[in-house]
């Protein structure tokens, strides 16, 4: 009975428009989209009275960022998620339309980049991350959407969850929209918490608060939304019914708490 309650997944095509071998894909856009208004509210905070981080400077990492995110995703999904296919189908790499991005990975490959940046044009590396913190999680709200409306990355079954959906790809059993939850959670709810501390307290003067809270609300976002998701089928379950997800996410935690602690402590506000 209760699978016969199941909401109907809303099945959208993964491809917006094609012309011809091209496609133009809700995934590739999830990321235009992400990164185009994440630069655009990074410049406008670069604005504000106080900011030692100009315009300009958040401009010229755009392509720095494009890069990290999508290099990085790859390689983190290749190396933390599915190492063997790849050794033994290494062409497949560069098949990015077929999904197959960590945020791990992209987020490493970000760090990356802003340190590179921040060094070859002299500014404050703490402060740099902050803007960034502040403005990361509109690109993980469109990312999990996108996952949603490509039907994958479902959730764990829920047989007794009202608002449970039977994906395509995910069997005949309901299933937690876990894309959904995510979305909320690593996307909207951290938006607004990072930008809520931003605005209403004196944080933004200590630099590396807020990459730190945004590192570690990231993680405890993701660890919650873990328990709702399915595992990847080649992964599993891991230790005690912990899935790679939460493993990867716990050092974020650890990193974010040990950034905001020094913030804290640190009396050199021009750091």
């Not at 995934?27 to 315009?55: D, K």
């Not at 990361?136 to 959407?145: N, V």
């Not at 939460?246 to 021009?270: F, T």
Request: aromatic fraction near 12%; charge should be positive.
């Amino acid at each position: 009975m209760p699978t016969l309650l199941a909401l109907p997944f809303p099945v959208i095509d993964p491809v917006i428009v094609a012309f011809g071998p091209f496609a133009i894909r809700w995934y590739a856009l999830s990321y235009i989209a992400g990164l185009v208004l994440g630069w655009q509210m990074a410049m406008r905070l670069a604005r504000q009275p106080g900011s030692r981080i100009t315009p300009d400077e958040i401009d010229g990492f755009l392509v720095w960022a494009t890069i990290g995110v999508i290099l990085g995703g790859r390689l983190g999904y290749v190396i933390f998620y599915n190492p063997l296919f790849y050794l033994q189908n290494p062409i497949e790499i560069l098949s990015v339309w077929k999904g197959g991005m960590s945020f791990h990975g992209g987020m490493l490959g970000v760090i990356l980049g802003m340190v590179l940046y921040a060094r070859r044009s002299s500014i404050s590396l703490f402060r740099f991350a902050d803007i960034i913190a502040c403005v990361a999680p509109i690109g993980l709200f469109f990312g999990r959407i996108a996952n949603f409306i490509n039907g994958e990355l479902w959730g764990r079954v829920a047989p007794d969850v009202a608002w449970a959906m039977v994906f395509p790809t995910g069997g005949a059993e309901p299933r937690h929209p876990s894309q959904l939850y995510q979305a909320v959670l690593e996307g909207l709810v951290l938006f607004v918490l990072l930008n809520l501390v931003r605005r209403h307290t004196d944080v933004a003067q200590k630099p590396g608060s807020l990459a730190g809270l945004f590192l570690a609300g990231y993680g405890c976002a993701r660890i919650i939304g873990e328990l709702f998701r399915q595992p990847d089928e080649q992964l599993g379950y891991l230790v005690a019914g912990t899935t790679m997800g939460q493993w990867l996410s716990l050092p974020m935690v650890l990193l974010g708490l040990w950034l905001m602690a020094r913030a804290k402590r640190d009396d050199n506000p021009s750091a």
